[in-house]
């Protein structure tokens, strides 16, 4: 997901550094490393607000436009979804001259 090594598309070894954490971060989120009972949990809220209700507290989220399966993984998690932000300038087509 992110190459950290020399050969990284991400040169800048900042910006690698932060992409790296947010994606940590993903990942134990969705194992539920945040939770003090061990089990996973996304609590932090993703999306637009499809619908909220005020008495007794109720709030639907949800992607908005359809999108792609990569994508709504990353989307689970405030982190994943920063991460899937932050990435968008490596997801397009790159040339690579043949030598």
């Known amino acids: ?26 990942f134990a989120t969705l194992n539920g490393f945040n939770n003090p009972a061990g089990t ?12 909220a209700t005020e008495g007794s507290v109720t709030v639907s989220m949800d992607y908005g ?14 982190f994943g979804a920063d991460f899937w932000a932050k990435t968008k300038k490596y997801r397009s087509f790159r040339y690579v001259p043949y030598e």
């Open 1 to 26: 997901m992110v190459n950290n090594t020399d050969k990284s598309i991400v040169v800048d070894i900042g910006e690698r550094k932060i992409l790296l954490h947010l994606l940590m971060a993903h």
């Open 40 to 51: 996973p949990s996304t609590s932090g809220l993703v999306g637009r607000v499809s619908s």
């Open 65 to 78: 436009a359809s999108i792609g399966e990569q994508q709504a993984y990353f989307l689970q998690t405030p």
